[in-house]
């Protein structure tokens, strides 16, 4: 069976050639109430068609008459049909509509204004934290406020504060509990590190996260200061995918540095690219070597959390239950998490020789004729390398690694400038 015509088929097919209205006239019969005597004559009774009859509804009649230049008021089918009519049942119609439209405008807005509230209460709880400590370097001139949020051993953070530290900036530390994670409750980014900037003669801030992100951020405003930090952040998007109830977060182009070509007349391509490289190194590599090795026993992961307590000044930033859950508690779950990353990661049965093989790497890959991988100063490949290797510095597993591989004297050439904030000109020549 063929589909019926819809009316708006029907409408259009009558009304847009005159042919067709008259041949329409002289198969369906219309009776006019004060139609023109003229124009009645061209009709018959719609009784001669009724199935025709039946496709139109009311509305649809009465604009066929308005088409065909008949009277206002018009009787069709024995029903009084005018644009009074026509007018009641336009406002009853687009009241309906307006009413919708309100009642669902007011869902939305109520639906925006408790997310507000909730980004808000956020805020206000993130401005109610009151930083660890506070870093304070005099020649920093950048006008930056920047927040870090932090685990002080965590390697990733240890990473972010090295890059800090050597280019001189001043910054606030604000220590997360690492169990309860009660300091991160204003974000749904429940990693570390975070940093917040505070934007000179604004109010406005932009929270950046993950360290390669972070470090590249700041790399490429110390290249380009007339870049603002939001636009910078902009060039690295963060793609998320959900993996059963926990979000995966990918963040591109996280070890590029962007800046004008123009700028960078002090490294070459290759160079840029080495660094690459090795700070990725850093990330997929060497940072699983850490876990298995100082965790590798009850005893040396106990060893290892008692010092994270102590450069961490946990007993300054938590109450005595929290120290004590998260040094007791912490070392047995590392000491098992220890086993798992080992087995994941392919390390060899002896923790330790894949830890040297690590540093070996690294030490050949700076050379004998280079005093960092970056030359005469340090790179961002150097300080994500000795940024991990610091967050196990008070650990046996470090100790072990300075007695069996040669890389001491590069860790301390690097810890050297870091400390001594080496980098500091770069960010004052460019403030």
Same mark, same amino acid.
């Given at each position: ?11 259009? $097919? !009558?009304?847009?050639? +005159?042919?067709?209205? !008259? ?42 008459? &308005? ?17 009074? $009519?026509? +007018? ?43 930083? +660890? &400590?506070?870093?304070?370097? =005099? ?32 910054? @606030? ?20 590190? !975070? ?6 003669? /604004? ?24 870049? +603002? ?6 060039? *690295? ?45 850093? @990330? =997929? ?23 994270? /307590? ?13 120290? *004590? ?24 049965? =002896? ?40 967050? !196990? ?39």
């Amino acid at each position: 069976m063929a589909a019926p015509f819809s009316q708006t088929f029907i409408w259009r $097919t !009558i009304s847009n050639a +005159s042919f067709r209205r !008259i041949h329409f006239n002289k198969h369906v019969g219309l009776q006019f109430s004060n139609a023109n005597p003229l124009k009645v004559q061209r009709s018959h009774y719609l009784t001669r068609c009724p199935s025709f009859k039946s496709l139109l509804n009311a509305k649809s009649r009465y604009f066929y008459l &308005r088409a065909c230049g008949l009277n206002q008021s018009s009787r069709v089918g024995g029903q009084e049909f005018s644009r009074s $009519t026509i +007018s009641v049942l336009y406002i009853a119609k687009v009241g309906v509509a307006l009413t919708a439209t309100c009642l669902i405008g007011f869902g939305l807005v109520k639906s925006d204004w408790n997310r507000f509230k909730v980004i808000a209460e956020g805020r206000e709880r993130l401005h109610a934290i009151k930083p +660890s &400590r506070n870093v304070q370097v =005099d020649t920093d001139k950048s006008g930056l406020k920047l927040t870090l949020f932090q685990y002080q051993t965590c390697p990733f953070c240890c990473k972010v504060r090295a890059v800090l530290d050597y280019h001189g900036f001043s910054y @606030d530390v604000i220590e997360v509990n690492s169990v309860t994670k009660k300091q991160l409750k204003w974000s749904d980014y429940q990693k570390v590190p !975070i940093v917040i900037v505070e934007l000179p003669g /604004s109010d406005q801030e932009v929270v950046i996260k993950d360290s390669s992100v972070i470090i590249s951020v700041l790399e490429s405003y110390l290249h380009d200061n007339a870049a +603002s930090i939001p636009q910078l952040c902009s060039y *690295y998007p963060c793609l998320t995918e959900n993996e059963g109830r926990r979000k995966k977060y990918d963040f591109q182009n996280k070890y590029f540095i962007m800046f004008p070509r123009t700028v960078d007349l002090n490294h070459t391509v290759e160079e840029r690219s080495e660094e690459r490289k090795w700070r990725k190194w850093a @990330d =997929d590599h060497l940072v699983h070597m850490l876990s298995p090795n100082a965790y590798r026993t009850v005893k040396e992961s106990l060893q290892a959390f008692q010092y994270f /307590s102590a450069v961490g000044q946990w007993e300054q930033n938590f109450s005595f239950l929290e120290r *004590y859950v998260v040094i007791y508690i912490g070392a047995a779950v590392m000491y098992v998490m220890g086993m798992i990353l080992k087995n994941k990661y392919k390390l060899k049965e =002896d923790v330790r020789e894949s830890l040297y093989d690590a540093c070996n790497e690294w030490v050949k890959a700076v050379g004998k004729e280079r005093v960092f991988m970056g030359g005469d100063q340090p790179n961002l490949a150097d300080l994500a390398v000795y940024g991990i290797l610091n967050s !196990i510095e008070g650990c046996t597993a470090f100790q072990d690694a300075l007695q069996n591989t040669k890389i001491g004297s590069w860790y301390y050439r690097t810890k050297a400038a870091v400390n001594s904030h080496q980098g500091a000109h770069q960010l004052n020549s460019s403030s």
